[in-house]
């Protein structure tokens, strides 16, 4: 054996990240050292009071994670151990460890790294208009949850009591530029307001936000219904806290969307403090030489997302940019997946059955191709005559990369390696469960074909809702986003740009009922198309009219650079949704400029519409493998936040759009991750 | 009302609407809610969230058309919290330049013609000013201060030493604060005879071509004077606007570079060295309480990176003991204005500016203070006359200057015969040198 194959792979960071690459890793058969700067297992997600996903505690099912990774003989966990810095080339690699209280560092010699060192919280001491720290019953969404999180109930500092009404106060550390260059969205912060909102139901609430973000699956559905017990949620933004009378509650003055001065007195005031890196992980990047993007965390690529600059070093959850618990999962596996392939030398012990991918989209194909990179042999199948799924379900541009052309190297990737078996215009049309795996039918343009297989991926994708809605099918210059990208592709000319373009956002998704999930995807989609416009005709008129832009993470970015570009947003309250109609030949947009407070119109040459991703075709497919689906008929999986790509029946996982809407970049890794599962559940089994 | 039209795209922002980046606004509104327009009665509909927004629609001739620019304060509140970072005050500004000049409201643009032509902004002649120096100057030396004169383009003075032009027109007991100070420390000082004026008419009415000019008559006087050093003068404006024109004039050619100092500086400097010697027990039996101007802590913070804070709260406490020293809520960089920032002492916007003061008030009521202490004569001007007149029966407060308060506090050092025998003569020497040069028709 050769002495590479000793060394071992380091997880930094004993979060669910960390927690899910090591186990998964150790699993797959590889060594690992895993080191906890802390002295316990779990990260932040051991200290939530409740999923928003599940609106069930979780706390329990992070010590069942934390105890099958202490228990895994191909495991070594330190504690008190921070990573200082990473050096060398990829198969050996030198990480230099601290150990907490000795002032001595050590070098270790790895095979390769995977950071998952999180974020810490923002400090928001140095914002003197919120008085915290000044006023006791200004707090931080951290202390709240900590409280709810200890059974005890939630009580204000000042007296000890119950509070009756509670202020949540959003983007507090985020999306600012000073007094510190914080950029990003936090991603989770309206999520988890809105959670804690609900877990306060005998206060009166009210939540002032910039936008709300409901991205996190479950946050609409539980908006909706502490919206229904009465919580108030309020575009403003507070200024200067105060104390109320003796010191106790806090009291604010705010000037709401129509300008109106109005004043608030509550018990209690609520921080929803960002999460940014923290000095010391700074510090250990900078050391590592691994690249930061602009929005100050991990820079990586959308169709490689959990590798870093630094070959061989891989990044998973938060530190890589904020995201949901379910996304430390997901990129966990995604970078077990990444390391597992680069410290491989020799191939792992043959599984005689392939892994079959369903759907040769963009994740079906990174999840082929990772598949293959560990030596896994790959049945890919595709129902369409080719590969690279339906190209107009991508926008354009997706994070500075060219999708179509990064998703046709892909497939020619695909279609060069070996180890893939690509099957076009085949569908599986039955399947059924052997003591070896699974066997198959596909139905083929030469006939029925029998496949087995010991694992399956299913890449399915979705499609577009086409709601009756805003003169969709009626106007042929109506349209919705992904028939605008393709229209767009068709007419690429700076000349083709339309003079004036419309979006409206949220149509038929974010409902009271029906569909009420936010669609995730449409709004950074639209800014992206908006972008483009601006660029290629700067002289366009481009307006959008939104409920909340909805751009979280990093990609609050596009947003800014859309209204740097002069795009023009109008916020529209559900009630009082823009009128569309034809004047004359005209096709005109009449909407309101709430902060201006008159009402607008455009005539525009293009309307776009942001209707929300759905199931198409995934009920045929979940039945042949009797799979449970989600309210809107999406793939449900074991759990959406410590197992979200694992399918509760086995040896059967899940990528992309067909669990429910997401941006490529999250579909990638939730392709590589899938292939992960599925290496693991094949390790696992042998 | 028929809707607004958005036919065509908004046009390119002017360079320096550009610069500033007012489109990024994210239309958050926490400008808005530190704001005291909202709220001011006749300002419906208009506050820094929506100006902002017509700017960055290029609707700029209707944020113009309006008393906003001119209501608005400067204080900087409203940048203090934008999570864009967006420089409001210095967008306000530029915005005050785009109103025609026709329209610039009271005797502002006035003021600026005649500092233009005059070097004051009161149009003083010579002889007035000279005269008033020695009036005053004389008054002084007779109630307490033996041998006290002004000195008036004395060369190779240690500090050239500007005034504020309201103090010379008629607040003339408000000019002895400082004279007893530099008195009694025995400094070498002068004041010019021509462009003696220390506030930036240029600043309040947005036209930053008129701050240059004014600074570079500064900067001129410094190096024909030879003076050693610039004494950053304490009114509001004046010194922020002096600031930024030092600035953009060493920026434009670093030999101007002047060594300047604060004022704040300049007296924490000479308490320290004990050339002001000070008594707190006349001060005892009151409470104190110091305003922080906004161009003297936030707004200089934001653009010279360092606000002053601290310097006027240890000046305050030498004079009057710490423990007679209470705090107002909020203050430091997130302190309330006065009201009559950005040239709104002087301006036709009375009401307004006394609504603005509501939350100064408010906030001085509930700190029960027995004496306000400032660093700027807009803010006096608004404590003590404004307000009171406003808010009758709620302002149980008396202002002072700080370096009222130092000279009040200070004890005195009084001069040798030899001291005083040689300044008369030099006051002598002076007087024959201006008389001749009115004489000569000058
Ligand atoms: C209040 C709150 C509520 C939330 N609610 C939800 C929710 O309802 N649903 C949801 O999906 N998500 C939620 N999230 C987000 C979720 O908690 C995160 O996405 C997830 O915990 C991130 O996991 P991680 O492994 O990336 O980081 P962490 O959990 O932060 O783990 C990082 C670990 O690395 C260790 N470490 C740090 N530096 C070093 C070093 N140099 N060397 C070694 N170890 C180091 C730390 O001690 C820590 O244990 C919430 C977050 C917060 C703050
Ligand atoms: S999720 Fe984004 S929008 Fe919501 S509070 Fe956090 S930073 Fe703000
Ligand atoms: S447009 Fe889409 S992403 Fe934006 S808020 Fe609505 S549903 Fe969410
Ligand atoms: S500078 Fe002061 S008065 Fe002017 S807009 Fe800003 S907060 Fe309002
Ligand atoms: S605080 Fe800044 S971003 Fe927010 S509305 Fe005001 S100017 Fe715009």
Redesign the pocket.
């Known amino acids: 054996m050769d002495a590479r194959d000793r060394l071992p792979v380091l997880v930094?960071?004993?979060?669910?990240?960390?927690?899910r690459a090591a186990l998964d890793l150790a699993v797959a058969g590889q060594e690992v050292l895993l080191?906890?700067?802390?002295t316990r297992?779990?990260?932040?997600?051991?200290?939530?009071a409740?999923?928003?996903?599940t609106g069930q505690p979780?706390q329990a099912l992070v010590a069942e994670l934390a105890q099958a990774v202490a228990a895994h003989p191909r495991l070594t966990v330190r504690f008190g151990?921070?990573?200082?810095s990473v050096t060398g080339a990829p198969g050996e690699l030198c990480a230099v460890l601290g150990q907490t209280g000795e002032g001595s560092t050590e070098q270790i010699r790895v095979a390769a790294v995977i950071l998952?060192?999180?974020?810490s919280?923002f400090q928001p001491g140095g914002l003197d208009f919120l008085a915290y720290g000044v006023v006791p019953d200004v707090v931080t969404?951290?202390s709240v949850?900590t409280m709810l999180a200890a059974d005890g109930g939630v009580v204000r500092p000042s007296d000890g009591c119950p509070p009756r009404s509670v202020a949540f106060i959003q983007c507090v550390g985020s999306r600012m530029h000073q007094p510190e260059e914080r950029p990003a969205c936090s991603a989770?912060?309206c999520?988890?307001s809105v959670?804690q909102a609900l877990a306060l139901p005998q206060a009166r609430r009210t939540l002032y936000a910039m936008d709300l973000r409901a991205h996190?699956a479950g946050t609409q559905e539980a908006l909706n219904q502490a919206e229904a017990q009465g919580l108030t949620v309020r575009y403003a933004r507070p200024h200067t806290l105060a104390a109320g009378p003796d010191g106790r509650g806090v009291t604010f003055r705010f000037i709401d969307q129509q300008g109106t001065e109005c004043q608030d007195a509550v018990d209690m005031a609520v921080l929803a403090v960002g999460?940014g890196l923290?000095a010391?992980?700074r510090a250990?990047l900078d050391a590592s030489g691994v690249e930061l993007g602009r929005g100050g965390f991990v820079a990586t690529d959308p169709y490689a997302p959990v590798a870093t600059s630094r070959p061989g070093v891989f990044v998973?959850?938060?530190?890589g940019g904020?995201?949901?618990?379910?996304?430390?999962s997901v990129?966990?596996s995604a970078a077990a997946l990444e390391a597992l392939a680069a410290v491989r030398v020799s191939p792992p012990p043959r599984e005689p059955l392939p892994v079959l991918v369903l759907g040769g989209g963009a994740a079906g194909l990174a999840c082929s191709l990772g598949l293959a990179g560990c030596g896994q042999r790959v049945t890919l199948v595709e129902a369409s005559a080719r590969l690279g799924g339906h190209p107009r379900k991508h926008p354009t541009v997706w994070k500075g990369r060219e999708t179509k052309e990064a998703v046709a190297q892909m497939a020619e990737a695909v279609q060069s390696l070996p180890g893939i078996t690509v099957m076009t215009d085949a569908r599986l049309i039955a399947a059924a469960q052997t003591p070896q795996g699974w066997t198959g039918s596909l139905a083929t343009p030469l006939g029925t074909q029998e496949i087995a297989f010991g694992a399956a991926v299913l890449a399915l994708g979705s499609g577009e809702a086409r709601p009756d809605e805003y003169l969709l099918g009626r106007d042929p210059r109506v349209m919705t986003q992904l028939e605008f990208e393709n229209w767009r592709r068709t007419h690429p000319e700076p000349d083709d740009t339309p003079q004036t373009v419309v979006f409206i956002q949220c149509v038929g998704s974010r409902q009271r009922h029906g569909f009420t999930a936010c669609a995730r995807v449409c709004c950074a989609q639209a800014l992206c198309a908006a972008v483009e416009l601006k660029k290629s005709r700067p002289g366009a008129q481009v307006a959008v009219f939104y409920r909340d832009i909805t751009t979280p993470g990093e990609s609050e970015d596009l947003y800014t650079e859309a209204r740097r570009l002069g795009v023009l947003f109008f916020r529209y309250d559900p009630e009082r949704a823009p009128r569309v109609e034809r004047l004359g030949a005209d096709l005109a947009v009449t909407g309101e400029d709430i902060l201006l407070g008159r009402s607008v119109r455009l005539r525009p040459d293009r309307l776009v519409l942001a209707v929300p991703v759905v199931p198409v075709g995934l009920a045929e497919t979940a039945a042949l493998f009797a799979l449970p689906t989600t309210g809107p008929g999406f793939l449900a999986p074991v759990h959406p936040?410590l197992l979200p790509v694992d399918l509760p029946r086995p040896g059967l996982f899940a990528a992309g759009l067909c669990l429910g809407p997401k941006p490529l970049d999250e579909s990638v890794a939730e392709a590589q991750a899938a292939a992960m599962r599925a290496i693991v559940y094949l390790a696992g089994r042998s | 009302m028929e809707p607004l039209e958005l036919a065509v795209a908004s046009p390119e922002l002017q360079d320096r609407l550009q610069a500033l980046d007012v489109r990024s606004c994210l239309g958050c509104g926490a400008c808005a809610s530190g704001c005291p327009i909202p709220g001011t009665p006749g300002m419906e509909g208009f506050d820094p969230r929506v100006a902002v927004r017509l700017l960055a629609m290029g609707r700029e001739a209707e944020a113009a058309a309006s008393p906003f620019p001119w209501v608005c304060t400067s204080c900087g509140r409203c940048s203090h919290v934008c999570p864009m970072g967006i420089d409001l005050t210095a967008v306000f500004s530029l915005l005050r330049g785009l109103v025609p000049r026709a329209n610039v409201p009271g005797t502002l643009e006035k003021g600026v013609a005649s500092v233009l032509e005059t070097g004051n902004t009161l149009a003083i002649p010579l002889e007035d000013f000279l005269d008033t120096l020695s009036d005053i100057g004389g008054e002084l030396a007779e109630e307490e201060c033996p041998g006290f004169y002004v000195p008036v383009d004395k060369q190779g003075a240690d500090l050239l030493v500007f005034l504020n032009s309201k103090e010379v027109f008629g607040d003339f007991d408000d000019l002895k604060w400082w004279w007893r100070i530099f008195y009694n420390a025995r400094e070498n000082w002068t004041v010019p005879s021509r462009n003696w004026e220390a506030e930036d008419w240029g600043l309040f009415t947005g036209n930053p071509d008129v701050s240059l000019v004014l600074a570079r008559r500064k900067l001129d006087l410094m190096r024909s004077l030879g003076a050693a050093r610039l004494l950053i003068p304490d009114c509001g404006g004046g010194s922020y606007g002096c600031r930024m024109g030092l600035k953009t004039c060493a920026l434009q050619d670093p030999s101007r570079q002047v060594d300047a100092v604060y004022f704040y500086d300049y007296l924490l400097e000479r308490i320290a060295s004990g050339r002001i010697r000070l008594d707190p027990t006349r001060n005892a039996g009151r409470t104190y309480v110091w305003h922080d101007a906004c161009k003297h802590g936030r707004e200089l913070e934001r653009h010279f990176g360092k606000g002053y804070y601290d310097e006027p709260r240890a000046i305050l406490a030498a004079c009057v003991g710490q423990e007679n020293v209470v705090a107002m809520d909020p203050d430091r960089a997130n302190n309330y204005c006065c009201g009559a920032g950005g040239g709104n002492w002087p301006m036709p916007f009375e009401k307004e500016s006394a609504a603005h003061g509501r939350f100064k008030v408010a906030q001085l009521e509930a700190c029960r203070a027995d004496v306000v202490v400032v660093g700027c004569a807009n803010c006096r001007d608004q404590l003590q006359k404004r307000l009171p007149r406003f808010y009758p029966g709620r302002c149980r407060y008396e202002v002072k200057y700080l370096w009222q308060l130092v000279a009040e506090t200070m004890i005195a050092t009084p001069w040798s015969q030899t001291e005083i025998e040689a300044a008369q003569e030099r006051s002598r020497l002076q007087q024959r040198h201006f008389q001749a040069e009115l004489d000569g028709g000058f």
Do not use: D, F, K, Y
């Open positions: 930094a960071g004993g979060g669910l990240a960390g927690l080191i906890e700067a802390g297992l779990g990260g932040g997600a051991a200290h939530l409740a999923l928003v996903q979780v151990c921070r990573l200082e998952a060192t999180g974020c919280p969404s951290l949850e989770v912060c999520a988890v959670r996190v999460i923290s010391a992980n250990m998973a959850g938060t530190l904020p995201g949901e618990a379910s996304l430390a990129q966990g936040v």
